[in-house]
């Protein structure tokens, strides 16, 4: 599973709160992303990382920020939470000693709720 | 933009039967394309990655084609098992391949019936 674990694995917050969530690895990758998950839009990425605190937007990164100060963990941010974040949040990691060299392993998800 | 479409609607089959699952894609051109399975409450996890230069890759009782006239994917899954129910997503390359980006299909979600 690559080592890949995600905290909290569930959060209910409120509106206009900061939100932090981890991602930590294990195996020392360099690249790791984060996802977000919703019905009928399927994984969209919010940011990535391509070591450390080189960092770069994805397609869904208004709202969010992200920092990478060791490379076993990347941190998103909600700076202030709102209703439209509600989603699962999915970490995953590039396995660059593969021979695809581009397939990703994802963490557990963590199920972000906004009231 | 670029896109990516998956059936939408749920693939109901019987056991034993072969599953079909596909993926369209447009306004892109993509050095590669992956498979995941998703069960629900999970990450996904990575099945099969092919090329463009490659035409079909197979791995035990999966196997995908890559057509990059028609801009499509074809996910087969032989001698379907009610083990093999869950959602499949393609995903594409997105931007540089040094990034190892992707765009994600929705997905579809296969239900395989003793």
């Known amino acids: 599973d690559a080592g890949i674990t995600q905290s909290p694995r569930h959060k209910v917050t409120e509106t206009g709160t900061p939100v932090t969530l981890r991602c930590h690895q294990t195996?020392?990758?360099?690249?790791m992303y984060w996802y977000r998950q919703d019905p009928g839009h399927g994984l969209r990425l919010i940011h990535y990382?391509?070591?450390?605190?080189?960092?770069d937007k994805g397609e869904v990164s208004d709202g969010y920020s992200v920092s990478r100060s060791k490379t076993e963990d990347f941190l998103l941010t909600l700076e202030s939470a709102t209703s439209s974040q509600t989603s699962v949040y999915f970490c995953?990691?590039?396995?660059?000693?593969?021979?695809?060299?581009?397939?990703?392993?994802f963490g557990p998800g963590t199920r972000l709720t906004v009231l | 933009s670029q896109k990516i479409e998956q059936n939408s609607e749920a693939l109901n089959i019987q056991e034993g039967k072969t599953a079909t699952l596909t993926c369209n894609y447009t306004?892109?051109?993509?050095?590669?394309l992956q498979w995941y399975r998703q069960d629900p409450g999970r990450g996904p996890v990575f099945l099969l990655l092919?090329?463009?230069?490659?035409k079909e890759k197979r791995k035990e009782r999966l196997k995908v084609t890559f057509d990059t006239t028609l801009k499509q994917s074809l996910f087969h899954i032989t001698a379907s098992q009610p083990a093999d129910s869950a959602t499949y997503l393609c995903?594409?390359?997105?931007?540089?391949?040094?990034?190892?980006?992707?765009?994600f299909g929705q997905g579809t979600t296969l239900q395989v019936k003793p």
């Open positions: 995953a990691i590039r396995d660059l000693s593969r021979d695809t060299n581009n397939e990703q392993f």
């Open positions: 195996e020392n990758h360099r690249y």
């Open positions: 990382s391509y070591g450390v605190k080189d960092t």
């Open positions: 306004n892109y051109s993509p050095a590669y």
């Open positions: 092919i090329r463009e230069n490659e």
């Open positions: 995903a594409l390359q997105h931007g540089s391949s040094n990034t190892g980006k992707l765009i």
